[in-house]
Each structure stands twice: as C-alpha cells, then as structure tokens.
C-alpha cells in the first residue's frame, strides 16, 4: 500500500483484507457504481493515481461546494484503487440515493465510443463490489448494487433509466447500463467471485437502530463522557444509522467487537423496514394530499423515525410512506 495526499492506494487483495478490517459506524444498504467519463484514459499515464484523485477531491470541493471528493473509492485502468472520502461519510454521487450508501467512481468514460475497460480493471470492479457486498452482508441484486443511470438527474426517484438520466456508469459498462444488462453480465460475475468463500460468522444480535441527530457524534471506548475517543474510528456523522448491541447509563454501545460507545441523547431509534409493493410513492408528509416526491421500488430498505395516522417517516427526511406496504424487520 502506498498513501499521499491523505489517500491509500492499493491492489484488489490488499482492498479484500483492507476492508474486512474498517469499522464503520454507520449501516450501508447500498453500493454504487459510477464512471468518471472525465477524466478519462487518455488522462492516465500509469503512475499519477494520488494526482488524479487529488484534482477530483479540488473539483468536487471548489467547484462543487462539497465538503470532500464525492466518492469512497476510485478504481484505477491498472487495477489499484484509491480510497476517497471517510467511510463514515455519506456520498455526494447520487441525488436521492445517497443515504446508507458506498460510492465506487471507475477511472475511465465506458460509454459506447469511449474507453474498453482493461481486465486488470474489470477485475477490480467485481472484485471491489463483491467485497463490499461480503463485508456489508448485502444481498445480491439490483437493490443493493446500483446505478446512476437508474436514477432521475432532477428529483432523485429511480426510474431505471427511463427519464431524465446520466448514462452512468457508461452505456457500455459490462455490456450495458440498463437492470436487464446488469442482471444478465455484471451481477453473476460479483456472484461468482463470492462463491466458496467461507460463510461469514452469524451476525451479532442487533437490540436496535438509532439515527444520529447530532452534526457529529463522538465514539467513545466506554459509556462515559470522560472516557477518551475511540482512536481506530470517527465520529458518526448526521444522519448516520447505527446498529446498538448493548446499553448503558443512556450510552449505546455500536460494535459487537469493540468497546466503542456514542451518547443515546443525539440518537432516535428507528426501525428497519422493506417495501412490500411494486412501486411505493414517497411523500412529503403524512397523507396522500401532499405532493409525491420519490419512488421506491419492492425490496428497497428503508429506516423509519416516526409514525403519524398510518404514514411512516424516512430517518431525518421530511419523507413519508404507507405503513401498509412495508415490512418491519
């Protein structure tokens, strides 16, 4: 591994190891997929990964008001890859499909006409995005794996490509950008990566859900505020959901392996809950007389704050749902 410029830049065995050992704070439902489109090849000479990061993180900060580069990672033309921003981060890659959500940006513009992936490359990606899958326990399907593309640029509902839509990750990207094409050509590689790795150990048992309340919450190495931070792990940020194993004193304790602890006061449980219907309107408030503001496809994972006359309200968002088409978990 080498680093510079505050990133790390390794190969697909490093990241596979790397990865299985990060604790992140938050819960990840999804994993996304993007391509740069610009730069592009032609602006890779072999050597200048930290160079090209750099000059994404500058773009994004300057030019787009961001507070870091937009994605986790980056995937490089030989197979390295570059970490990006803190995992404790939310993206800024996706509009509306950002929460709980993983970033991968593909160095290259894999558009019909563009740049033909290298193998080193594609193997990387599969490699990456199965990884990702394994550590976050993520069930394999078009739910878990996305696509900008299926994502409308102006309001942020998931149209699968049917509107007003970026053709990212590239309208050639393992054959195709479309539900159809990731199904037939780039889900059964990740699948096929993951077979005959060991089962991971039985998740711990999980008392609840909270979601941070506060601008950043500091993780602490026992239920007291005197207690020093916990220096392997980064405040949990706005908005984050966190699996609590065991409370104490009004302190809620967020890893099943380590003595790491955030105060309960900045947190509202929520509860995990999956869409029963084909397609469920998001609304802006409790009732069908206000406006529709997203849709959510069956299947889709969604954390609840709160419930109001038969209506269930997303996390933070000012975004309401039909209790009748969800199941709790």
């Known amino acids: 591994m080498e680093s510079k410029y505050g990133f790390l830049k390794m190969s697909l065995p490093e990241f596979v190891a790397w990865i299985q050992e990060q604790r992140i704070a938050r819960t990840i439902l999804t994993v996304q997929q993007h391509h740069t489109w610009s730069p592009s090849y032609i602006h890779f000479n072999g050597s200048n990964h930290f160079e090209r990061q750099s000059a994404m993180k500058n773009y994004h900060v300057r030019n787009n008001g961001w507070q870091d580069i937009g994605q986790h990672f980056t995937s490089f033309p030989d197979g390295s890859i570059v970490t990006g921003r803190s995992l404790e981060l939310t993206p800024a890659c996706i509009y509306g499909a950002n929460r709980d959500s993983i970033c991968m940006e593909h160095f290259g513009n894999f558009d019909k006409g563009g740049d033909e992936m290298t193998p080193e490359q594609r193997e990387t990606v599969v490699g990456m995005t199965a990884a990702l899958c394994d550590k976050f326990r993520l069930p394999l399907n078009s739910f878990s794996i996305i696509y900008h593309?299926?994502?409308?640029?102006?309001?942020?509902?998931?149209?699968?490509?049917?509107?007003?839509?970026?053709?990212?990750?590239?309208?050639?990207?393992?054959?195709?950008?479309?539900?159809?094409?990731?199904n037939r050509n780039f889900l059964p590689l990740v699948s096929q990566k993951l077979q005959g790795r060991p089962a991971p150990a039985p998740p711990a048992a999980i008392q609840k859900y909270v979601v941070v309340t506060a601008n950043l919450l500091n993780v602490r190495e026992a239920p007291s505020g005197s207690a020093p931070k916990a220096s392997d792990r980064g405040a949990a940020q706005l908005g984050s959901i966190l699996r609590i194993y065991d409370e104490s004193n009004g302190w809620l304790k967020i890893s099943n392996s380590q003595s790491h602890w955030v105060y309960g006061q900045y947190t509202i449980e929520v509860k995990r809950a999956t869409v029963n219907a084909n397609v469920l309107r998001v609304r802006s408030g409790p009732g069908t007389n206000f406006s529709i503001v997203d849709n959510l496809m069956e299947s889709e994972e969604v954390f609840i704050s709160e419930e109001e006359n038969g209506w269930c309200k997303i996390s933070l968002e000012e975004k309401w749902l039909s209790k009748n088409y969800l199941n709790f978990s």
């Open 149 to 182: 593309h299926w994502f409308d640029l102006n309001t942020g509902k998931r149209n699968n490509g049917t509107g007003n839509n970026k053709s990212c990750p590239g309208s050639n990207f393992f054959g195709g950008n479309k539900i159809d094409d990731f």
